[in-house]
């Protein structure tokens, strides 16, 4: 059964509305109008010796302002978030347009590690420490960090990073800060919290689903709050994600705009928005209650799940369509508001989840009226630190569905162990 792929990339990178400069270098004369005369920082900023404070300049917000409902629990940490990874989708998709002279870098374990990663978490932790409000000590869990930046040879991409940064803040008008190579590392680095169960802590992927990103496909800037050990906000900006719905399963969307932006606070519901501002609207999870009728989402990377075990799974259920492969968290976007029934990931042996690889698109699919377990029908656990103990595999899907789902999966895994056992 062929796989519907859902990339939209020639369609998203004409939607988008950023500057295309992302390695020119910026003006002296702009970077001198930062320099002077030194502002007042936020309390919470002073202590931070990267940034330098520059004038306020004229300029019209571009972000939209994102409403605080008074009474709302985390409501101002949402609204943080929300422009946080607002602004730094800008920065990304500026990037996109410009991927092929962007350059890539390479982690230790391949995962491609592009300039607008760095310069995306730099970006969201900005805007978490100047909108969100003060706690005791500022928290991030976040997939990058600045060791691969400080080595030989990586001048030219921190120099990129330094100058795609400074010139987003500028285009933006939100802040008057200006940061030197030295405070880029030094912004990577909030990043490096460990989590756990109590206290707050911030979790980012910069750019989840960074294959896709370099292909021109799907990605997402995902954030959540972790309050106590549990998640209590998450939001998801897919820039090349249709706003409608993804429509029909060859990939052809239903509507024309495109970038949404996910976001879900604990016991308050899940919404979605456009990226460019648009009213929230209220999602919810698909309503089918025979899996006949379901279709399912995966990982576009065949590496990413094990492929034959979804196809099994959606066998026993009967499923009819193909899977529906998407790359990053915007599969837990497109599953909340009921594009698709299921979502199936089953990494290959060994292999250790990451918290901001869910977190933020769990609470979206759980605050839609879904369920988010582990092949053993547990929910995800978001206390233990960087990593996920888990079950096997994430599987998530609507309330009616689960059950049936659970089964087929349980018995999937049972015949695939008896099928690979050495007996
Ligand atoms: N071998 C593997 N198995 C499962 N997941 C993997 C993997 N290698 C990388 N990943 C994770 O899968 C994420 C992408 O998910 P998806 O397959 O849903 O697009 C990656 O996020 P990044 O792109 O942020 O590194 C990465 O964390
Ligand atoms: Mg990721």
Known sequence: MAAARVGLASHALHASSSSSTLVRRLPHSRLALLLYPPRILPTYLRSCPY??????????????????SAGTPYAAELAAAKKAVALAARLCQ????????????SKPDKSPVTVADYGSQILVSLVLKMEAPPSDSFSLVAEEDSEELRKD??????????????ETIVDDGSYSIFFSKEGILAAIDDGK?????????????????????????????ALALIDEGKVVLGVLACPNLPLGSIGNLNGSSSGDQVGALFSATIGCGAEVESLQGSPPQKISVCSIDNSVNASFFESYEAAHSMQDLTSSIAEKLGVQAPPVRIDSQAKYGALARGDGAI??????????????????????????G???????????????????????????TNKQLMPSLLKAVQEAIKEKNQATSPL
Do not use: C
């Open 51 to 68: 940034v330098s404070a520059a004038p306020a300049r004229p300029r019209p917000r571009r972000l939209r302002a994102m409403s605080q």
């Open 193 to 221: 919290s460990e989590g756990g169960p109590s206290g707050r802590h911030w979790v980012l992927d910069p750019i989840d689903g960074t294959k896709g990103f370099l292909r021109g496909d799907q990605y997402a800037i």
């Open 153 to 166: 040879g990586a001048e030219e991409i921190l120099e990129n990073i330094t100058e795609l940064v400074n």
């Open 94 to 105: 500026s990037v996109q347009q410009n991927i092929l002279q962007a350059g890539v870098q």
């Open 343 to 368: 979502y199936l990931r089953f990494p290959h042996t060994g292999y250790r989840e990451k918290i901001w690889d869910h977190a933020a698109g769990s609470i979206v699919v759980t605050e839609a």
């Open 370 to 396: 879904g369920v988010v377990t582990d092949a053993s029908g547990n929910d995800l656990d978001f206390s233990k630190g960087r990593f996920l103990d888990l079950d096997t595999g994430i599987i998530a």
